[in-house]
């Protein structure tokens, strides 16, 4: 089993729809969560950054961690077609390496 | 804040070149930085974790002689690709830690290196 599993779409949707995306960890030691996007051949850009579980919200973003299940999830509100690009969870361990584990990312479309 | 810039954008070069790839943290001082590889449609690769002043560590498989790295200042790191061949081919991509640990790692917008 992958540490980060995530499902690689890839994802649809039209404008204005409620994106969900999601990530599972298997290693409980993780305690920092992370989502970047990455546009096409452009270096990943940290969208949120969370350490607790429960929400956090930044504009039409928001991000949900429940560590007692290993799930995280980034949620886009109201969603626009400059959202498509590929998003990436990333998990890392308190303490220690400042290493990140990845997920492969979600390939996301947003259509007019 | 917390940008970080990396250059050249897109390199093209014959086989048996060597090619330093520059990673600057502009606007923050950069105590640790990572190199990483990216192939098409796959996730990102770490290579090494450059910290400035000390040897690289490198993951298992990454040859040090072949990814040469230096972090001779906290804001710059260097990758070397020494003697590259087509299989180097490939997305290389830098990010950088702003200050304490804990904090979240900051991307550059990568290097296309293409070897003929």
Same mark, same amino acid.
């Given at each position: 089993?992958?540490?980060?599993?995530?499902?690689?779409?890839?994802?649809?949707?039209?404008?204005?729809?409620?994106?969900?995306?999601?990530?599972?960890?298997?290693?409980?030691?993780?305690?920092?969560?992370?989502?970047?996007?990455?546009?096409? =051949?452009?270096?990943?850009?940290?969208?949120?950054? &969370? @350490?607790?579980?429960?929400? !956090? /919200?930044? #504009?039409?973003?928001?991000?949900?961690?429940?560590?007692?299940?290993?799930?995280?999830?980034?949620?886009? =509100?109201?969603?626009?077609?400059?959202?498509?690009? &590929? @998003?990436?969870?990333?998990? !890392? /361990?308190? #303490?220690?390496?400042?290493?990140?584990?990845?997920?492969?990312?979600?390939?996301?479309?947003?259509?007019? | 804040?917390?940008?970080?810039?990396?250059?050249?954008?897109?390199?093209?070069?014959?086989?048996?070149?060597?090619?330093?790839?520059?990673?600057?943290?502009?606007?923050?001082?950069?105590?640790?930085?990572?190199?990483?590889?990216?192939?098409?449609?796959?996730?990102?690769?770490?290579?090494?974790?450059?910290?400035?002043?000390?040897?690289?560590?490198?993951?298992?498989?990454?040859?040090?002689?072949?990814?040469?790295?230096?972090?001779?200042?906290?804001?710059?790191?260097?990758?070397?690709?020494?003697?590259?061949?087509?299989?180097?081919?490939?997305?290389?991509?830098?990010?950088?830690?702003?200050?304490?640990?804990?904090?979240?790692?900051?991307?550059?917008?990568?290097?296309?290196?293409?070897?003929?």
């Amino acid at each position: 089993q992958k540490e980060v599993e995530q499902d690689p779409g890839p994802l649809s949707v039209p404008e204005g729809a409620i994106v969900s995306l999601n990530c599972t960890y298997s290693n409980s030691a993780f305690q920092y969560f992370m989502w970047y996007r990455q546009y096409s =051949r452009k270096g990943p850009e940290l969208l949120m950054y &969370t @350490y607790s579980s429960g929400n !956090k /919200e930044d #504009g039409r973003f928001t991000a949900q961690v429940d560590k007692s299940s290993k799930y995280i999830s980034l949620f886009i =509100r109201d969603s626009q077609p400059s959202d498509s690009a &590929t @998003y990436l969870c990333a998990v !890392k /361990e308190e #303490g220690g390496s400042e290493k990140l584990v990845f997920g492969k990312g979600t390939k996301l479309t947003v259509n007019p | 804040g917390a940008v970080v810039s990396q250059h050249p954008s897109r390199v093209i070069c014959k086989s048996g070149t060597s090619v330093k790839i520059e990673c600057r943290s502009l606007d923050f001082q950069a105590t640790t930085m990572f190199w990483y590889r990216q192939f098409p449609k796959q996730s990102l690769m770490l290579m090494a974790t450059s910290n400035e002043g000390s040897k690289a560590t490198y993951e298992q498989g990454v040859e040090k002689d072949k990814f040469l790295i230096n972090h001779a200042s906290l804001t710059l790191s260097t990758l070397t690709v020494t003697s590259a061949h087509p299989e180097d081919s490939s997305f290389y991509i830098c990010s950088a830690i702003e200050g304490s640990s804990n904090q979240p790692q900051h991307f550059g917008d990568g290097t296309r290196l293409s070897i003929l």
